[in-house]
């Protein structure tokens, strides 16, 4: 064995690596962890507030989640909520604002309707609101630049007094520091150590890092896009490839809006509908996006990674075959068209308002600018078996000791759900025990069972 040998390592400081880090402190009797980071701080790409939109997804408001998957969800984001209350990070970590989605003209409407009496038994504290209503509570969203009312017919579902954002980096390192104040465990972290290698020798993991080398009886990966880069190295996940999708953001210069607001998805597009949230790291100004554009690197606003796409992508027929069938669809080529403009100056701005207006009718140019470094790139998952681009999240368990992770949204508001799940896939494969009980105690959330709900 090595000196720097571990029961489980852990590749990857951000926000579901950090929570895999705690829950493994806290609730298991594991007591030799490591993680790696390939940064010299925690969550310094997507689960940094400045990369996302600092957003509770408990399923709502989501339009484009059923309610099976809205149940799911909804399961994992009170674990958030309640771990933030139960150490009085309210504030400082999680806020309270109030969030709704918009229906726009009458199909828009009619949807809305029908969606909040689906959903209602799910979520009891869900409100609906008129044009009169949303004039008073959101009138940003129904008043044009000269004071009058808009002409479409509109309506909205959503909520006033819950918790709806978070800092996901701060949250990141509060899991950190609670892991810190476990006596009598080994729990160490080494920044600045890129994994470059993982290899298998007998039942032990060999990792080679830019600084050290680490052994350890159990690995998870946690590398966001690069998950699957070192899966594809390992020979795991061969069936799957990676598109990377960047979004982008417009900052306004002051508070529009008073809470969340979203729109209405379109089922046929995979990627978050446009938003307005308040930026708690910007005063509460609010910020318009994300926009969607597909790069060829695997690191937003980082040097390199390039060869990491080509690699990870694997593109072969099949994928083209993906390709073509996303792109004949005219709703969707023109969604990407439209988001690459986004991207070209001098013309995006003018473009983006044309669509952010939905949500804001007085809008202007004057009001926003585009937010330079906001944003980051999420790692949606080419299904080469089953020809089609997955949404969400991916998870590679090969039932040998090393799991690999992709967490685009809503893997931050499910970090702690994601980590329970590996944590009882270690502890059965290790033989150690998993603390069910305490875990239960201190973040599910007990949920009451209707004759109707999921």
């Given at each position: 064995m090595t000196q720097n040998h571990y029961n489980v390592i852990i590749v990857g400081g951000g926000v579901s690596g950090a929570a895999l880090f705690y829950e493994l402190g806290r609730y298991t009797n594991i007591n030799n962890i490591c993680l790696l980071e390939k940064y010299g701080s925690l969550a310094s790409l997507n689960s940094n507030g400045s990369a996302n939109s600092q957003t509770i997804h408990c399923g709502d408001?989501?339009?484009?989640?059923?309610?099976?998957?809205?149940?799911?969800?909804?399961?994992?984001?009170?674990m958030v909520e309640k771990y933030c209350l139960q150490h009085s990070y309210e504030n400082k970590v999680i806020f309270s604002h109030q969030k709704l989605a918009l229906g726009v003209g009458y199909e828009e409407v009619d949807y809305i309707k029908n969606r909040y009496k689906e959903f209602k038994s799910l979520y009891p504290y869900l409100e609906f609101y008129t044009k009169e209503q949303l004039a008073e509570i959101e009138p940003a969203v129904i008043f044009d630049k000269d004071g009058k009312e808009r002409p479409e017919d509109i309506v909205g579902m959503g909520a006033q007094g819950e918790y709806t954002t978070v800092d996901f980096k701060a949250l990141s390192d509060t899991f950190i520091d609670n892991t810190l104040k476990i006596e009598d465990k080994v729990t160490d972290i080494f920044f600045n150590n890129e994994v470059k290698h993982i290899q298998k020798i007998g039942s032990t993991y060999h990792i080679q890092t830019t600084m050290s080398q680490f052994t350890a009886d159990f690995v998870v990966v946690d590398a966001g896009a690069h998950s699957l880069y070192l899966a594809h190295r390992m020979g795991h996940g061969l069936d799957y490839g990676c598109l990377p999708m960047a979004g982008s953001f417009y900052m306004a210069n002051r508070k529009i809006l008073n809470g969340k607001v979203y729109m209405v998805q379109n089922p046929k597009l995979p990627f978050a509908a446009l938003h307005g949230d308040p930026d708690i790291l910007v005063n509460g100004f609010t910020r318009f996006g994300p926009t969607a554009l597909m790069l060829p690197k695997l690191e937003r606003f980082k040097p390199g990674t390039y060869i990491d796409f080509v690699k990870t992508l694997r593109?072969?027929?099949?994928?083209?075959?993906?390709?073509?069938?996303?792109?004949?669809?005219?709703?969707?080529?023109?969604?990407?068209?439209?988001?690459?403009?986004?991207?070209?100056?001098?013309?995006?701005?003018?473009?983006?308002?044309?669509?952010?207006?939905?949500?804001?009718?007085?809008?202007?140019?004057?009001?926003?600018?585009?937010?330079?470094?906001?944003?980051?790139?999420?790692?949606?998952?080419?299904d080469?078996?089953?020809?089609?681009?997955?949404?969400?999240?991916?998870?590679?368990?090969?039932?040998?000791?090393?799991?690999?992770?992709?967490?685009?949204?809503?893997?931050?508001?499910?970090?702690?759900?994601?980590?329970?799940?590996?944590?009882?896939?270690?502890?059965?494969?290790?033989?150690?025990?998993?603390?069910?009980?305490?875990?239960?105690?201190?973040?599910?959330?007990?949920?009451?069972?209707?004759?109707?709900?999921?």
């Open positions: 408001i989501e339009t484009n989640y059923t309610l099976e998957k809205a149940a799911k969800v909804k399961r994992t984001a009170k593109l072969d027929f099949t994928v083209i075959k993906i390709f073509y069938d996303l792109f004949k669809d005219s709703d969707i080529r023109n969604y990407v068209l439209k988001n690459f403009m986004f991207e070209v100056p001098f013309i995006n701005k003018k473009l983006f308002l044309q669509d952010a207006r939905k949500i804001v009718p007085s809008l202007s140019d004057e009001d926003i600018s585009y937010a330079k470094g906001f944003g980051g790139v999420r790692p949606q998952i080419l080469k078996k089953n020809q089609k681009l997955m949404l969400g999240e991916a998870s590679i368990n090969t039932g040998e000791g090393i799991i690999f992770n992709m967490t685009p949204s809503p893997g931050a508001t499910s970090c702690l759900g994601n980590a329970v799940r590996d944590v009882e896939s270690i502890c059965e494969y290790l033989g150690f025990t998993f603390n069910e009980k305490l875990f239960n105690d201190e973040l599910v959330e007990e949920q009451p069972i209707h004759g109707d709900e999921v």
